[in-house]
């Protein structure tokens, strides 16, 4: 089936660092998300995104985080500055139009 | 705001068992529902979904029954196999649009010995 890719699998940064993280969607879908999973816990919608723009953004968006897909290549999410508990699993997703979903293998980002 | 709660964190059982997975809801209105499957090394993939009461979902064995009044969604198949090893999250969608956030349950990590 459709494969979304994640890049970098694990990243370990210091605190204070800006980080990005890189999803490469299903070619041809329009909608892309990104959930977060700390361990133990459930996975939580951070942000969905259409045509350029937020659709929607959860409380755990914080202003240290944006999203942006520039000229149709990766769906990135950068983390400026880091925190301690910005670590966990970031998972992206992408669909094309109706409920289905299609995540990535995520990426598992340790902040030191 | 929406939630989705799974009683069962870890589910053990031998080839050819019953499965039964919780799931109840608590959301305004009428979600659709899903369960989607992750083995290890991937991101979740989706079993099935319902969208109305009563309404039955199903793939490759399982299935489950949205079911309004005591708001669930409860996960089956009648007989498990090794390879159905993964952990089942119950999900839901509160918007009927596309682009709509999910909800997630915690999963359960279900293990099936031969």
């Known amino acids: 089936g459709p494969k979304v890719l994640q890049i970098p699998s694990h990243q370990i940064i210091d605190m204070g660092q800006m980080v990005t993280l890189n999803c490469d969607p299903v070619?041809?879908?329009?909608?892309f998300y990104w959930y977060k999973q700390i361990l133990g816990q459930q996975m939580e919608f951070l942000v969905n995104f259409y045509n350029g723009k937020v659709m929607e953004k959860s409380k755990l968006f914080k202003d240290q985080f944006s999203v942006e897909r520039p000229d149709g290549s990766y769906f990135t999410l950068k983390i400026q500055p880091t925190a301690l508990e910005d670590s966990a699993v970031y998972f992206c997703?992408?669909?094309?139009?109706?409920?289905?979903?299609?995540f990535g293998p995520g990426t598992r980002l340790t902040v030191l | 705001g929406d939630s989705v709660t799974q009683t069962e964190g870890q589910v053990a059982l031998s080839e050819e068992d019953f499965l039964t997975i919780h799931c109840n809801y608590s959301a305004s209105g009428y979600p659709t529902l899903f369960w989607y499957v992750q083995y290890p090394g991937e991101g979740p993939q989706l079993l099935f979904r319902a969208s109305r009461d009563k309404e039955k979902g199903s793939s490759r064995g399982f299935e489950a029954t949205y079911d309004k009044g005591t708001t669930s969604f409860h996960l089956r198949k009648a007989s498990v196999q090794e390879s159905d090893s993964a952990v089942y999250y119950c999900a839901l969608s509160d918007r009927q649009g596309t682009g709509s956030k999910l909800s997630f349950g915690k999963g359960a990590k279900l293990t099936v010995s031969p």
């Open positions: 070619s041809n879908h329009l909608y």
């Open positions: 997703a992408s669909s094309l139009v109706g409920y289905e979903q299609y």
